[in-house]
């Protein structure tokens, strides 16, 4: 079975800071690893997708994550905070029949 | 536009009171699916289709139906609500079940059983 653990429901950064949200999975076969994003009131929007190749995959609004298989892990990180930054963060997993995992989501804020 | 449109977007029901949650998207997109989020625990999925007449139950189906009937359309329904079926629910679709592909939300549908 796959799954997902987010490490931290809360994160707190200052504007201009580096984000660092964790995410580690387990699956039995390769995977394909999402991040999406929640803003208030609204569904979730993708951020970034792994799917096969590079290992740092480049998303929208200058986050990126890496793949690391050794450590079973896809951490997100941008390197400077924005306020608009400020919304929920979903890590997922998926694989056959489109069976996705969601991790429990990390509520990121971003302080002035 | 390409979207996922779910209604209603609020609802605030009474236990027992039969209700369906819509859910239609315009991509022609082979796979649908519906969430619940509650807090702390992420989006679970409730029941899938992979495609029109093709539906099969998710992690947390007890209490809910759905059908396929169309392509576009694919419609939560809640026979007999109870209480502990209060949460945010989110439909989405993907072209294919590659499972490479992207899932499109809908906003989500808020739903409170009293």
């Known amino acids: 079975a796959q799954s997902v653990t987010q490490l931290g429901s809360h994160v707190s950064v200052s504007e201009g800071a580096l984000v660092l949200l964790r995410c580690n999975y387990s699956s039995s076969v390769p995977p394909y690893l999402f991040w999406y994003v929640q803003y208030p009131n609204q569904g979730l929007q993708l951020l970034l997708k792994y799917t096969t190749g590079a290992t740092l995959v480049k998303g929208i609004n200058g986050f990126e994550a890496e793949f690391k298989k050794s450590e079973t892990s896809f951490h997100l990180t941008k390197p400077s905070a924005h306020m608009s930054d400020a919304a929920e963060y979903f890590c997922a997993v998926s694989g056959p029949f489109n069976k996705f995992y969601f991790g429990s989501g990390t509520k990121l804020n971003v302080k002035p | 536009e390409a979207q996922v449109t779910q209604n209603p977007r609020y609802l605030i029901t009474v236990t027992g009171k039969k209700l369906t949650v819509t859910c239609s998207q315009n991509m022609n997109h082979e796979y649908m699916s519906w969430y619940r989020q509650d807090p702390g625990l992420g989006l679970r999925q409730i029941y899938y289709s992979m495609n029109v007449e093709v539906t099969d139950k998710g992690d947390v189906p007890e209490g809910y139906k759905v059908s396929r009937k169309e392509k576009r359309n694919f419609p939560l329904i809640l026979e007999s609500p109870s209480p502990n079926q209060t949460s945010l629910y989110f439909c989405?679709?993907?072209?294919?079940?590659?499972?490479?592909?992207?899932?499109?939300f809908g906003a989500g549908s808020r739903l409170t059983v009293l």
């Open positions: 989405a679709s993907s072209l294919s079940t590659s499972g490479a592909n992207v899932l499109t």
